[in-house]
């Protein structure tokens, strides 16, 4: 590939995520050319250049916005930064590659997505599970018609240990944190909207998370515009590793796809047999749709094509996310259209 035609980039937060993109875009992405990269703290920009051979350490995420031979930020800082960044990259005439979510507040998610519009550049919500090969199949036999028409979706999404208690109090709970994937999830591999969602949960790992206002334990019914009835359950601990599993039954058959391991192997002995816990958690689990969810957005950017992961649909999940806490709260099913109808109030 020529260096002109590479996508030139600048990354915006080097943490957790951050570092695992910026080492995706110098090391895996021949096509990607990622510049420069910021973080509030100097040492961490710092060692994620030194690690992975970039260029630059800018001072703030201004100073990459405003540099001309940039074409695109990927933005991975934390959460309540999101809708400032993209406004001032679209304004900037950047192409954005963000992390989930975008924004909990949906009149501020409406206001980033106008600005987006209005500046005519590429978004792309960090949904990485999408690019995952397992739920990439599911998606194809659901749209190609190999297991007929879907009548039941099952997600089941649970995490080996539960975050700080630190961070349930500012992510805005189970819902808006964790869920939020299995949402753009159920949308996704379904292709339909949902209309409703009945949520209930508890707590029964950490009464900690229960004094901070959250559950750690959720089952959240999904009614589809289609027809398609569906249910989520979430759980921030399962004692043998990270649980991610998704069946789609219809009128021809069932499509399963099980836990990712480190190894097939299957170890008998006279007790039983066994084999080792699935692989621990998401940076190992979906190490490859992060990869591929990226490769996907510089080719969005390289052909001018559509966003992979696109504005509606970063935007959607919040709304399930809201209708949710509502459904908790006042213990009934909460259609969608009714948080819509709020939705000026945010
Ligand atoms: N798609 C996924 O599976 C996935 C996984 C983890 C995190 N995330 C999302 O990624 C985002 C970051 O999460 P994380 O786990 O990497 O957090 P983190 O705390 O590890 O990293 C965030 C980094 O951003 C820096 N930062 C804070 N404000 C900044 C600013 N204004 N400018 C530049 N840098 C700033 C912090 O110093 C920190 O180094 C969150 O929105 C989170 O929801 C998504």
């Not at 109090?169 to 292709?191: C, K, N, P, V, Y």
């Not at 836990?259 to 097939?264: D, E, G, L, M, R």
């Amino acid at each position: 590939m020529s260096e002109k035609s590479r996508i030139t980039l600048g990354l915006i937060g080097t943490g957790r995520i951050g570092r695992l993109h910026a080492e995706h875009l110098r090391f895996r992405l021949p096509a990607a050319d990622l510049r420069v990269v910021t973080d509030l703290d100097r040492n961490s920009a710092q060692a994620c250049a030194d690690r992975c051979g970039i260029p630059r350490v800018a001072a703030d995420h201004r100073e990459i916005l405003a540099d001309r031979d940039l074409q695109a930020v990927v933005v991975c800082s934390p959460t309540d930064t999101h809708a400032d960044i993209i406004e001032a990259a679209a304004a900037a005439g950047k192409h954005v590659f963000c992390e989930k979510p975008i924004e909990v507040n949906l009149q501020r998610i409406d206001r980033v997505l106008s600005a987006v519009a209005h500046a005519g550049v590429l978004l792309q919500i960090g949904f990485n599970r999408r690019f995952d090969a397992n739920f990439q199949r599911i998606r194809k036999a659901v749209k190609e018609g190999e297991i007929g028409t879907p009548h039941q979706v099952h997600i089941i999404s649970r995490d080996p240990a539960p975050p700080p208690v630190e961070y349930i109090r500012q992510s805005g709970g189970i819902f808006l944190d964790m869920t939020i994937h299995d949402f753009d999830m159920a949308r996704f591999l379904i292709g339909s909207e949902v209309e409703e969602v009945y949520a209930t949960g508890g707590v029964r790992i950490d009464a900690a998370i229960g004094e901070a206002g959250d559950l750690d334990t959720a089952t959240i019914l999904l009614k589809f515009a289609d027809g398609t009835v569906g249910i989520v359950e979430n759980s921030r601990q399962a004692v043998y590793g990270y649980d991610q599993r998704v069946e789609v039954f219809g009128s021809k058959g069932s499509i399963q796809a099980g836990n990712n391991y480190p190894n097939t192997c299957r170890i008998a002995g006279a007790g039983g047999v066994g084999r080792d816990l699935p692989l621990n958690f998401f940076m190992d689990r979906y190490t490859q749709s992060y990869l591929d969810e990226m490769a996907q957005f510089l080719e969005a950017i390289a052909t001018d094509g559509p966003s992979p992961v696109s504005g509606v649909d970063a935007r959607v999940p919040v709304v399930m996310a809201r209708a949710a806490c509502r459904s908790v709260q006042e213990n009934r099913p909460v259609r969608l259209a009714e948080i819509e109808a709020e939705g000026a109030s945010g």
